[in-house]
Structure formats: structure tokens, C-alpha cells
């Protein structure tokens, strides 16, 4: 018996069954098919020629001994014909059981607990990848995706600090060849406004009405809200012109 079947005799597979299974699967094997678990029926009285089922990474084998064992018949279903697969825990060992797309119910009886939980399990996982194929594969590309990140940031951090490091050896070499000159204070002068002179022909507020000096305070209030006159030089018309009214 080859090694690599020899871990299928942990679960109490009868070894001769195992033996019989594994000399004849080596020429049932598809090329990239590997075997992930083999179950053996058990039943309560001596079971000369069990049944056995075979589930690889590419379908379920169920294997039936007949002519007192001296030939077999294999039965396959690939994963992707089979809907759903069972386990029913019984008080002498579990039945084991799965349904395809065209309706076929495919049971086997007297299967070790602890076998049929195995075969349960890695039926269950074959058909998560049959479903979401790229689910595995995305972690790793997104791991691959956050190292190329990772390697462009750290790429720009040192394009980043030998930048500083040019711009402030230049800066350190400018500084050393222009003297130092201290800035003189500067300060801004304002000149008074100085309200225009009157014309020849303007006449004084002495001698303007009352509605007149009226629209005049209303002129200068124009000249003060539109910037062009200060508040003291509207104050001061103001109370010049109020003086006549």
C-alpha cells in the first residue's frame, strides 16, 4: 500500500478494504486528482466485502465489491453534479447521503461516526470552492495589491526626505554666501483729505434755503457711505450745515 493512503487508516477503515480500494484507484485517477478521504462501511456483524466511498478534489466514488470481492463497481458524481450532501447519526454508525441536479438520492449506511463527519466536512468545503471559485484566490491578491502599495508609498517617503535634504542644503548654502541684512522699520504716511475748494460760482450756505442745505448734508452723507469722505470731514459739514438751518 502506498503512504500517501496509509493516513486513511486512523478512523477504523478495515485496512484489507483500503488496500483494495487504493490498488485500484491509482488507474481511476484523473491527472491533478487527489484523494482527500477514504470512508469504509462498518456493519454490526462481520462485514466480509464493505461498501466504501472515496471523495477527491474532483468528485464522489462510491465503491461496491461484488462477485465475493473479486471485482468492484464504481459509481462517480463530480462536485458539480451533486446539490447537497448529509449525515444522519444513528445508534450504530451514520448514513451518509447527497443529491445531484437530476434528482438521484445516493446513500451509504453503518459508516463510522467519526468517518462520516470527515467525508461530511470535505464534501462541504469542495462545494464552498465549487461556489465561490474566486473567494481563495482573493485574499492573495489583495495581499499582493497591499505589498505593491506599501512599496510605492515607501518609494515616495524617500523620493520625499532626499528632497528636504537638497532643498535645505541649498538653502544652508545660499544663507552662507548673502550677508545678513537686517529689514528697516517701514512706515506708511496718510495724508489728510482736504475738502475741494468751492468754485466762484457756488454760492454760500448762508444763502441757501433750508431745503437746500437739506439735500447738501444729504450729498456729503453719500460721499461718506461711498468711501470718499472721512467720518470727521462729514461731521464737521454736518455741523456747519446744521448751524444755518
Do not use: H
Request: hydrophobic share 35%.
Amino acid at each position: 500500500m502506498k503512504e500517501q493512503f496509509k493516513k486513511f487508516l486512523n478512523e477504523e477503515q478495515d485496512p484489507k478494504a483500503i488496500e483494495k480500494i487504493t490498488s485500484k484507484l491509482n488507474d481511476l485517477l484523473m491527472k491533478g486528482e487527489e484523494v482527500g478521504y477514504i470512508a469504509v462501511q462498518k456493519k454490526p456483524a462481520i462485514t466480509v466485502f464493505p461498501d466504501s466511498i472515496v471523495l477527491t478534489n474532483k468528485r464522489i466514488i462510491i465503491c461496491k465489491p461484488k462477485n465475493l470481492g473479486l471485482s468492484m463497481d464504481f459509481t462517480d458524481y463530480t462536485w458539480d453534479e451533486i446539490v447537497g450532501t448529509f449525515v444522519k447519526e444513528n445508534i450504530l454508525g451514520s448514513e451518509f447521503s447527497f443529491s445531484t441536479k437530476t434528482d438521484i438520492q445516493v446513500s451509504i449506511d453503518y459508516i463510522p461516526k467519526i468517518q462520516a463527519r470527515k467525508i461530511y466536512t470535505y464534501a462541504k468545503e469542495q462545494l464552498d470552492i465549487l461556489k465561490n471559485p474566486v473567494s481563495t484566490a482573493a485574499p492573495i491578491q489583495e495581499a499582493i495589491e497591499a505589498e505593491y502599495e506599501y512599496e510605492e508609498v515607501e518609494e515616495e517617503a524617500v523620493e520625499e526626505v532626499e528632497t528636504e535634504e537638497v532643498e535645505t542644503e541649498e538653502v544652508t548654502n545660499y544663507a552662507e554666501i548673502m550677508p545678513a541684512v537686517t529689514p528697516s522699520p517701514s512706515y506708511e504716511t496718510y495724508e489728510p483729505i482736504q475738502p475741494a475748494p468751492a468754485s466762484t460760482g457756488e454760492r454760500k450756505l448762508s444763502e441757501l434755503s433750508k431745503e437746500e442745505l437739506f439735500d447738501k448734508l444729504q450729498n456729503y452723507k453719500k460721499l461718506l457711505d461711498n468711501g470718499l469722505i472721512m467720518q470727521g470731514e462729514y461731521d464737521a459739514y454736518k455741523k456747519e450745515i446744521l448751524s444755518y438751518m
